[in-house]
């Protein structure tokens, strides 16, 4: 048993020297979702508060996330987030990529989705009431109509809009 448990320490000390890359792309604030749609100071702490560690370039890494394998399992959530909606990027969307991702944020705000529960446990911050919950859906409503001046959709290998 003793020699069980000291095989262990040392798999999980020999871990730690596999961290993850921490580094977040670059950023560029003309692409960003809180400037394309002149979201309110108010409103877009809201969202960075609650959105941004997962769904932006702009992640600041919490310091569970050296300590593996918990950073590896935080990495992809991260790393998937951004693939299914990036406000850092979110000018490159055409108008109905972003019409879909607006609503799609607000069916999870409305049904509680998110931000996740496992989020929450390490940021409490990130839990939004009812006021906050009401401010981010009604401006997310407001902007969907707002969607044809706010698009810089660019053109694929074959020509094609980003249309994901």
Request: proline share 5%; with cysteine.
């Amino acid at each position: 048993m003793k020699k069980v448990a000291l095989a262990l320490l040392a798999a999980g000390v020999i871990l730690q020297f596999f961290q993850i890359d921490k580094t977040n792309p670059p950023v560029d604030k003309g692409m960003d979702f809180v400037q394309i749609k002149k979201m309110p100071e108010s409103t877009a702490n809201i969202l960075k508060s609650a959105c941004y560690d997962c769904y932006s370039n702009e992640t600041k890494y919490p310091w569970y996330t050296n300590i593996q394998p918990v950073a590896w399992f935080v990495k992809e959530h991260i790393d998937d987030g951004r693939k299914r909606l990036n406000f850092s990027t979110f000018a490159t969307y055409s108008p109905e990529k972003q019409a879909e991702k607006i609503e799609e944020s607000i069916e999870e705000i409305e049904k509680g989705g998110m931000p996740l529960e496992s989020y929450l446990l390490a940021h409490p911050e990130a839990k939004l009431s009812d006021n906050q919950k009401q401010e981010l859906v009604s401006f997310l409503k407001q902007s969907i109509g707002n969607n044809a001046q706010t698009s810089h959709a660019t053109a694929d290998e074959d020509g094609d809009k980003d249309e994901d």
